[in-house]
């Protein structure tokens, strides 16, 4: 019973390795029946890996200390929710999570009735390679379930600092972006391969890399809202290493989205959607060899060992490797010079690409500089949030003034639909942004970053309103997402640039004033929890009238890993977040840190709206 | 010119790809990063030495010769594993100066340790751990090496095994 996942994957292994010998055997024949076969088996192995998946879930839901990873990373005292997501809180258990999404989206993909045979069996022919590598590297090097016969009666438990609600569902959701990338690679290689990137290509890679950034942008915001409540350092995004290795993608496959619109019949930018496809999966790729084989040190300390590393690599290098080579030998084709130079929609949207790929570069030249640095001389520096809000913000300014107006612009000539009224809106909040920097000692990116924001959101609101949408009626879901950039860039500016932070000494019982507010330590309350020791702080926060809120900043000690983790105690208010973190405690005095974070909200508020307008873009036809 | 366009994104792979496979390969481990004072002067201390009653070491004791300076505490076990590889250093160079520096230890204890054997001409006792903090120590044991004008030239975090030191001590004794 025990070996049970152990089986399954051997199986999936097999099945995997018949399904390419009979793809191989059916290049020749082309048998109908054989291609049935073919899908059934690459079905099948879905439900494999399922099978094993739910396997896996079901020891650490018992458990089962027999097997070593539920060994490391469970406890028996665990909520039922952490014993679940601890399958994917540990490197053996969120690679079996990475195979088992990268299966599903063949599964998924299998079904497509919109392409022809030859490019959909050569996608899931890539797809089952994939997997065939990443089961192997499983196996070798990391394999979930491997058996201890001896009898153990308790495990080690999950890291604390795992173990929280949004954390849960950061990686399912992270890998429901990043694997499926894997799926717009494989689809791109089999396009490039059989000379088929046409209208029907191009619609179905519009709605699987949609998916797929959304699917990210939901992934990212989960982990950067936990980062800000249970870091406890009133920040959201560090600019550490795990956070751009899924910020590369991310951007890479905002590119691929908005590349994919003007593919239809320019061959350049068709080389350009290929480019893109493979760049998306590859950056995937390479963030998961950063993050996994320990060459960077970073808050999301996985597994570290370079035999595994090592493997990693291997994989990456042959998939980008091979994909960049036929890109190298498939692309020599037809070169006709689009054109650029006119102010349209295709040059707005060209600028986007040239804009989030540099911002990409940028980025990943920051994440691995000191490490080529290190290789080369020996010498080891730390490239921090200065060198990339110094380089990233100024690179994607000029695109963002630009996304407010592109949905409008006509695709061919150089007409700009209603030119006036835009005209008018950006000179007037120009005028406004210079008037308030000469008159007060604003901050000028603030006011910058505001401008941009504000200028976004209206400009997209009035397409989104104005008279002739029904002909508009599928831009709705890119200028939703719009406004959602919008209103995250508003977030991002103020509260990073307005952020107040005071720390004090406060005794339980006292009242002091910060901020203008007044700030009340009611009381201080241990408690026992499931698996932890909790220390509650309440507070209370007035303004000098009224009460506006209570505050319960908390810290936990969970016995099993001797660890203190913090939670900060939040008061959420749309136009400001207070945030409290209970520090150490000196002669009954507790130093206390409050955080101001105005607007902070907008962050998640926007992302989510971005999410949510790449759900409605992918419903239509 | 059409053509490089093309085949950078496969040189971009094959260089990242070798520079990260040499990275991998010199077994570099970023939680154990080279230490800041290589090849600066040695930190200035004093302590007294846990064997010779009354006796104030400092730094100016290692001027003129080669010296390996080791962190080391009786709790610490990987020091117990790296014990007899010390001796064995003491015993082929015995031109060098051999300093541990005890690090928040119970004098007994310490004491106690050295009974399989003290490789050490001097010991400095730092219990409060203040000398470890001058020379950034990340974790014990942890050694350094300085020429005779007292400049560091080599540090090394862990227990020195045979590997390490033919590997990185022998030539610089």
Redesign the interface.
């Known amino acids: 019973m025990i070996y049970t996942g152990q089986f399954l994957i051997i199986f999936s292994l097999l099945n995997n390795f018949i399904s390419l010998l009979i793809f191989f055997y059916n290049l020749k024949t082309k048998s109908l029946l054989i291609e049935k076969i073919f899908l059934f088996l690459t079905r099948l192995n879905t439900l494999l890996i399922f099978l094993a998946f739910l396997f896996l879930m079901y020891l650490y839901i018992i458990s089962d200390f027999r097997n070593i990873n539920v060994f490391f990373n469970s406890h028996i005292d665990k909520p039922l929710i952490y014993k679940i997501s601890g399958v994917w809180g540990n490197h053996e258990g969120s690679l079996l999570l990475w195979i088992l999404i990268m299966s599903i989206y063949t599964f998924v993909f299998s079904f497509n009735r919109s392409l022809d045979n030859k490019t959909k069996n050569l996608t899931i022919f890539f797809q089952t390679t994939m997997i065939l590598g990443f089961l192997v590297f499983m196996l070798l090097t990391s394999n979930p379930f491997i058996v201890n016969l001896s009898n153990i009666s308790q495990g080690m438990g999950l890291n604390p600092i795992l173990q929280d609600p949004a954390l849960a569902i950061h990686p399912p959701l992270l890998y429901f972006g990043y694997v499926g990338y894997s799926l717009i690679l494989s689809f791109a290689l089999a396009g490039l391969i059989n000379n088929k990137i046409e209208i029907s290509w191009i619609k179905t890679a519009k709605k699987y890399s949609m998916f797929c950034w959304l699917m990210l942008t939901f992934g990212i915001t989960a982990g950067s809202y936990w980062a800000y409540y249970e870091l406890g350092w009133g920040g959201w995004w560090f600019w550490d290493p795990v956070e751009n290795a899924s910020l590369m993608p991310w951007l890479a496959g905002i590119a691929l989205v908005h590349s994919l619109q003007i593919a239809n019949n320019n061959t350049q930018i068709k080389k350009w959607v290929i480019?893109l496809s493979?760049?998306c999966f590859?950056l995937s790729l390479?963030g998961t060899?950063l993050v996994r084989?320990?060459?960077?040190?970073s808050v999301h300390a996985f597994a570290?060992d370079?035999y595994r590393?090592?493997f990693i690599?291997i994989i990456?290098?042959i998939v980008?490797?091979f994909s960049?080579?036929i890109?190298?030998i498939k692309?020599?084709t037809i070169?006709k010079e689009p054109s650029v130079l006119v102010f349209n929609k295709f040059t707005a949207l060209i600028i986007n690409n040239i804009v989030m790929t540099i911002a990409c570069f940028t980025v990943m030249l920051g994440t691995?500089y000191p490490?080529?640095l290190?290789?080369v001389t020996?010498e080891?520096i730390t490239v921090g949030a200065p060198y990339f809000n110094s380089t990233v913000v100024p690179i994607v300014l000029p695109g963002l003034l630009l996304m407010a107006i592109a949905p409008t612009l006509a695709w061919k000539n150089n007409k700009l639909n209603e030119k006036k009224s835009y005209l008018t809106i950006f000179l007037l909040i120009i005028f406004l942004l210079l008037a308030t920097y000469m008159f007060s000692d604003q901050n000028l990116w603030g006011l910058i970053g505001i401008s941009v924001g504000i200028w976004i959101i209206i400009a997209s609101i009035i397409q989104l309103f104005k008279k002739n949408a029904k002909k508009q009626i599928r831009l709705y879901g890119g200028l939703i997402s719009h406004i959602g950039v919008g209103i995250l860039i508003l977030g991002i500016t103020i509260s990073s640039i307005w952020q107040k932070e005071f720390i004090v000494n406060i005794e339980v019982g006292e009242e002091i004033i910060v901020n203008n507010y007044k700030l009340k330590f009611e009381n201080l309350k241990e408690s026992k929890d499931q698996n932890y020791v909790s220390l509650k702080s309440k507070f209370i926060i007035s303004n000098k009238t009224n009460k506006i809120g209570e505050i319960e900043a908390e810290k936990r000690y969970y016995p099993v890993s001797k660890t203190v983790t913090t939670e900060a105690g939040i008061l959420h208010q749309i136009q400001r977040d207070i945030y409290v973190v209970l520090g150490e405690n000196l002669n009954n005095e507790w130093l206390i840190k409050v955080y101001f974070n105005p607007f902070i909200s907008f962050i998640w508020i926007g992302a989510f709206i971005m999410a949510i307008g790449g759900f409605i873009s992918l419903g239509r036809k | 010119m059409?053509?490089i366009f093309?085949?950078i994104?496969?040189l971009f792979?094959?260089f990242?790809?070798c520079?990260?496979?040499?990275?991998?390969?010199?077994?570099?481990?970023?939680?154990h990063?080279?230490s800041a004072l290589l090849n600066k002067e040695i930190p200035r201390f004093q302590a007294e030495d846990l064997i010779k009653n009354n006796f104030i070491i400092d730094e100016k004791i290692l001027y003129g010769k080669k010296t390996l300076i080791n962190f080391f505490a009786s709790w610490c076990s990987p020091c117990k594993v790296e014990h007899p590889m010390l001796i064995e250093i003491s015993e082929r160079h015995s031109d060098i100066l051999l300093i541990g520096i005890n690090h928040k230890d119970k004098k007994s204890d310490a004491l106690n340790f050295l009974k399989i054997g003290n490789p050490y001409e001097h010991i400095a006792v730092d219990s409060e751990g203040s000398i470890a903090m001058n020379f950034g120590v990340f974790g014990l044991p942890e050694t350094f090496i300085t020429n005779e004008k007292g400049k560091i030239i080599f540090s090394h975090i862990g227990p020195i095994t045979e590997k390490i030191y033919n590997e990185k001590i022998k030539n610089l004794l």
């Open positions: 480019f493979i760049l590859s390479f060899f084989s320990g060459v960077l040190m570290n370079s590393g090592i690599l990456f290098f980008t490797g960049f080579l890109f190298l692309t020599n070169e691995i490490i080529l290190e290789t020996n080891r | 059409k053509n093309n085949k994104p496969l792979t094959l990242l790809f520079v990260f496979l040499i990275f991998l390969l010199q077994d570099k481990n970023p939680a990063p080279p």
